[in-house]
């Protein structure tokens, strides 16, 4: 496809167009437009060059018969090559209000209370609100004419050819009942999974890498070369409605299933509740699973369903009655990072951590961050002496985002990962293809050893109660013990001399080791702390091979061969079984009482679970996580993490995370609540029964 530059032509016929002349004008040039759109922006044609030029000869013809067509924004007048976006200001067909907030249960329902002071409310619409770009969308006989930002909420920039490369954004309206006029408002974001892949490409450009996901894509949103904005993985979710003509719902949720028909992005997680305390249970739930989320959410918004009663209640000077914004606490923050350290993990990871200036954030005082590995912090951009954006999201380890590049003084520093462990001072090593620098000295390295017996002692190893970190130091750094394999060695006399041991927690500690030594098989291997091994390889390995030792005779072709394992986590496995030094910790862990073989898992075919994998998700009354996962192995079964076609069940208790039960409707896997479970671990599939939700 060539450019087209403008042919002049001789006027034939000035008078008015016939209405079907009109008409297949205008279809005309706007398909011209989205072809060259197509061609030149996206570089994914959908016509060939001979099929674009007929459709440009045929609108020249129209507009040399009828020359009162030809105007300067036809394509016959531009050159069709690659266009750019000035930003144009452009006013908007209605005004975007913006939203008054609350941050709790006393505020909301004060301002529910002013909402139903005078019109009961039947039903109210609750949906996340999304932390991206505010846009506004016109569609005209079912065609996208304009997109652009918020502004002041009554201008804005024109971003027209920008928000036509999102993916799921249509040009033209579909179904039968296509609207005169539709203007809609919605945002624009950057999924969070993608974030830190651009931000790493900004970077190794000499680019400032953006500072959070929102910053992303607005970034990616106002580039003057709509090529770069469709480069960029963005999404749009649409909440309301301006202008319309031929579009007349009857409330919020009836005008999203409208939209949904035309074609429109709208989410599917609204949800429409009757009561105040349905309000809540949804703004308590997405609370808890806002990071279930392709998306960064900061809140919930509450809306009047009725747009009727949106009418009668009306607006201030700035923000709708019939609408608030449910705010939860800042998950994000910023603050000086003033020096980067490493530390080391119990397979010998070393990783940096940024040292901070503490600050309030996700509800608690952060002093540290992750920063994860080398590679990550030239990633991110980030330098010592950076003001930083720090995330804290729920209970992971707070991180952090990026720099604020703009506050930037000129005195920061790169940093510089060490060539020896900091605590062993052996020189640091890394894997071909790997990304992180480790300390082999696995056996005596002080941090190594540390880590470990921490590990060993926690809730998803042996859960040791009593054996805590300070514990755990304690214990090394007096020579009661050297590594995991003295753990189950250690009696009252242990203790003797150590300060902070009364007679009390030295009873926690030996009672909390007895209760361990009968901890299934997974629950052993898991702390030993082999390199890739965690619960779902470790539940394969013990479910095949019923032993330690079963597994330490297995070649890594036999590992490898079982379902879950693969050939990375069986090398691992294989050398670590393989060091002498290993074998002797497994050896003294035996002699001190650690069962080694899983007695109480059934024969492979015997189970009333065998050859089923199972998932949980949410709170189950009658058990812990774990606890669900050891009487699933119990029986025979398998846990796993995620849900897949290969997925039998999903258990889902209280505040299930949403995407693991949307996965489950979706691939049609029965799902069981508590007592389904309880059905199906006595009796099998033959005694459960699914069970039936509302979606």
């Keep these: 496809m060539s450019p087209k530059a403008p042919t002049p032509r001789e006027p034939t016929n000035s008078a008015g167009p016939p209405e079907e002349v009109a008409r297949r004008h205008h279809d005309l040039a706007a398909e011209i437009e989205d072809l060259a759109y197509r061609y030149y922006v996206l570089a994914s044609p959908t016509a060939s060059d001979a099929e674009y030029d007929a459709k440009m000869r045929e609108l020249e013809a129209i507009e040399e018969e009828y020359t009162s067509l030809r105007t300067p924004d036809s394509p016959t007048q531009k050159v069709m090559e690659t266009p750019s ?43 996340l609100k999304i932390d991206g770009l505010a846009v506004d969308l016109v569609y005209e006989r079912g065609r996208l004419v304009r997109a652009a930002t918020r502004g002041d909420g009554v201008t804005g920039e024109d971003v027209t050819l920008n928000v036509r490369t999102i993916g799921n954004v249509p040009s033209r309206l579909s179904g039968s009942s296509v609207p005169e006029l539709l203007e809609v408002r919605g945002e624009v974001y950057f999924p969070t999974a993608a974030f830190a892949e651009v931000n790493a490409g900004l970077v190794e450009s000499g680019k400032a ?14 580039q003057k070369d709509p090529r770069i904005t469709a480069s960029r993985p963005l999404a749009l979710t649409l909440h309301g409605v301006g202008a319309h003509e031929g579009f007349a719902p009857a409330s919020q949720s009836e005008a999203y299933a409208v939209m949904a028909e035309l074609g429109l992005p709208v989410s599917s997680r609204y949800k429409v509740v009757t009561t105040i305390t349905g309000v809540k249970k949804y703004v308590a739930h997405w609370g808890e699973h806002r990071h279930d989320i392709e998306h960064d959410i900061d809140g919930i918004v509450i809306k009047v369903d009725s747009l009727a009663l949106q009418g009668r209640l009306g607006t201030t000077s700035k ?115 790997e990304v992180d620098w480790r300390c082999p000295n696995t056996v005596s390295c002080p941090a190594q050893r540390r880590e470990a017996v921490f590990h060993l002692a926690g809730r998803g190893a042996l859960d040791i109660d009593g054996l805590g970190y300070e514990t755990a130091i304690a214990l090394l750094e007096a020579d009661r013990i050297n590594d995991i394999g003295d753990v189950f060695h250690l009696t009252a006399d242990s203790f003797e001399g150590l300060r902070g041991f009364g007679a009390k927690k030295i009873e926690q500690v030996l009672s909390g080791l007895q209760a361990a030594r009968h901890r299934p098989l997974w629950r ?29 005779a297995a070649t890594p072709e036999e590992l490898a061969a079982v379902d879950g394992v693969g050939p990375t986590i069986a090398r691992a496995v294989a050398d670590w079984f393989a060091d002498e030094r290993h074998r002797g910790i497994v050896e003294r862990l ?23 994998t199972v998932v949980v998700t949410g709170t189950l009354a009658g058990y812990s996580r774990d606890g669900a996962a050891d009487a699933i192995q119990a029986a025979g079964g398998k846990v796993t993490g995620s849900v897949s076609k290969k997925t039998s069940y999903v258990i889902v208790g209280d505040a299930p995370g949403s995407a693991k039960y949307d996965k489950a409707v979706q691939l049609k896997v029965p799902i069981l609540d508590e007592a389904g479970f309880e059905a199906l671990l006595s009796g099998g599939p033959a005694a459960a029964d699914p069970l039936v939700r509302d979606g």
């Design 85 to 127: 976006t000035d930003f144009t200001e452009v006013t908007h067909l209605q005004r975007l209000m913006s939203l008054d907030n609350v941050f709790g249960d006393e505020e909301f329902d004060a301002w529910a209370g002013r909402a139903t002071r005078e019109v009961p409310v039947p039903a109210w619409l609750c949906e």
């Design 209 to 222: 890498p953006f500072a959070n996901p929102r910053n992303a894509a607005a970034g990616s949103l106002r």
């Design 319 to 433: 923000a709708p009655r019939w609408a608030i914004a449910w705010k939860y606490p800042p998950e994000e923050a910023t603050t000086k990072l003033n020096n980067i350290f490493v530390n080391v993990g119990r397979t010998g990871r070393v990783t940096p951590f940024a040292s901070l200036e503490p600050v309030h954030v996700g509800g608690v005082t952060v002093g540290t961050a992750t920063l994860h590995n080398e590679d990550e912090v030239r990633r991110k951009g980030v330098l010592i002496g950076d003001t930083v954006v720090v995330r804290r999201a729920g209970d992971v380890i707070p991180e952090v985002v990026g720099p604020v590049v703009d506050l930037r003084s000129g005195n920061e520093k790169p940093f510089r990962m060490p060539t020896k462990c900091p605590e062993c001072q052996t020189p640091l090593a890394r894997g071909e293809g």
């Design 524 to 552: 052993l291997l898991v702390g030993l702390s082999i390199r890739h091994v965690g619960p779902t390889a470790a539940q394969a390995l013990a479910t095949e091979f019923r032993s330690i030792d079963a597994i330490m």
């Design 590 to 612: 035996r002699t001190g009482g650690v069962s080694v073989v899983d007695e109480g898992v059934p024969e492979r075919g015997s189970g009333v679970l065998d050859g089923l």
